[in-house]
């Protein structure tokens, strides 16, 4: 069992920076491959980044070279780098353990 806890979100103006976080309790957090989605009003949940547990690394089109996504296993812990925010980023980000464990996710709101 895996429990997972985000933090970080809130409330920016356009072209600013945010670092999520995202932590993990319970056993073998090294080996899953953890990934951030989002999920705006309105929308599907979408895949934003994702890292194997080597550290291999995945991104959607829409944020690549602005997000960047990282991992401390000695930590537990998973990051979401967030810069050059825009409007369109304005999302709940979720943490997810693929392919079993979800957070409750932290809000996120770009607005000037």
């Known amino acids: 069992q895996v429990q997972i806890v985000e933090s970080g979100g809130g409330l920016v103006q356009p072209g600013t920076s945010l670092r999520l976080s995202c932590a993990a309790s319970g056993r073998g957090f090294s080996l899953y491959t953890m990934a951030w989605y989002r999920q705006a009003p309105g929308k599907q949940r979408e895949l934003v980044a994702e890292?194997?547990?080597?550290?291999?690394?995945n991104y959607a089109q829409t944020v690549k070279s602005r997000f960047t996504i990282s991992r401390d296993n000695a930590e537990n812990t998973v990051y979401l780098q967030n810069d050059s925010l825009k409007p369109e980023d304005t999302a709940v980000y979720y943490c997810?353990?693929?392919?079993?464990?979800w957070g409750q996710g932290t809000q996120v709101t770009v607005s000037s």
């Open positions: 890292i194997t547990p080597r550290g291999t690394t």
């Open positions: 997810y353990a693929l392919h079993k464990y």
